[in-house]
């Protein structure tokens, strides 16, 4: 049974950085594509960013380019994503993405 499972979420000030980890299990995602979404309260869920199955692409949505890192390590079938400069707009749950799979989410509430 697969599983993406997310953490490192939390309250943060502006300004402030998080990273959020994404654990895969139930199978090797090495040759996937892994990637970042958000959705904030009362709002439709966005992409954030992705991360080919190498590691040596990555697109980030226009809001968080220049702030936010994705990376991956195909060893512990996880991916990461460095926030930095939060941002009261970064507020949301921020869900993994792996072909059709999707974790549960971890809270990101920036605030001061």
């Known amino acids: 049974q697969v599983q993406l499972v997310e953490s490192g979420g939390g309250l943060v000030q502006p300004g402030g950085s998080l990273r959020l980890s994404c654990a895969a299990s139930?199978?090797?995602?090495?040759?996937?594509?892994m990637g970042w979404f958000r959705q904030a309260p009362g709002k439709e869920r966005e992409f954030v960013a992705v991360?080919?199955?190498?590691?040596?692409?990555?697109q980030y949505a226009d809001s968080v380019k220049g702030r936010f890192t994705i990376s991956r390590d195909n060893a512990k079938n996880t991916v990461y994503l460095r926030m930095n400069s939060l941002k009261f707009e970064d507020t949301a749950v921020y869900y993994c993405?792996?072909?059709?799979?999707w974790g549960k989410g971890t809270l990101v509430t920036v605030s001061s």
């Open positions: 139930g199978r090797t995602f090495s040759s996937y594509a």
């Open positions: 993405n792996v072909d059709v799979n």
């Open positions: 991360i080919n199955w190498s590691g040596g692409s990555t």
